[in-house]
């Protein structure tokens, strides 16, 4: 079945850098776009960014764009977000999400999903 393993949060100050990457095992990890998702305590789970898998076009929030960049290493199997000028309404758990489908859609394509990684941004 699909494995989805994220790494790379953290405690980091605000303005600070984050690398997060997630390792994906049980598909052809080039066939299906993927995305990253985020949950603060308290909040729904909301849309961070996702690429698709055929041409690698990328979408982002709105309250990350121009912050972040979501990549992906097909012949790693692995996704990646990078994200930059950490704010603290940054904090959340991170998951990654494997789509049903090649290219981004709706969220709700997204059928896979990893545990998470914490990222903490202080002030």
């Known amino acids: 079945q699909v494995q989805l393993v994220e790494s790379g949060g953290g405690l980091v100050q605000a303005g600070g850098s984050l690398r997060l990457s997630c390792a994906a095992s049980?598909?052809?990890?080039?066939?299906?776009?993927m995305g990253w998702f985020r949950q603060a305590p308290g909040k729904e789970r909301e849309f961070v960014a996702a690429i698709s898998g055929i041409d690698s076009s990328t979408y982002y929030a709105d309250s990350v764009k121009g912050r972040s960049t979501i990549s992906r290493d097909n012949a790693k199997n692995t996704l990646y977000l990078q994200m930059n000028s950490l704010k603290r309404e940054d904090t959340a758990v991170y998951h990654c999400?494997?789509?049903?489908?090649?290219?981004?859609?709706?969220?709700?394509?997204?059928?896979?999903w990893g545990q998470g990684t914490q990222v903490t941004v202080s002030s």
């Open positions: 049980g598909l052809t990890f080039s066939n299906y776009a």
């Open positions: 999400a494997a789509s049903r489908f090649a290219s981004y859609g709706t969220n709700g394509d997204f059928v896979s």
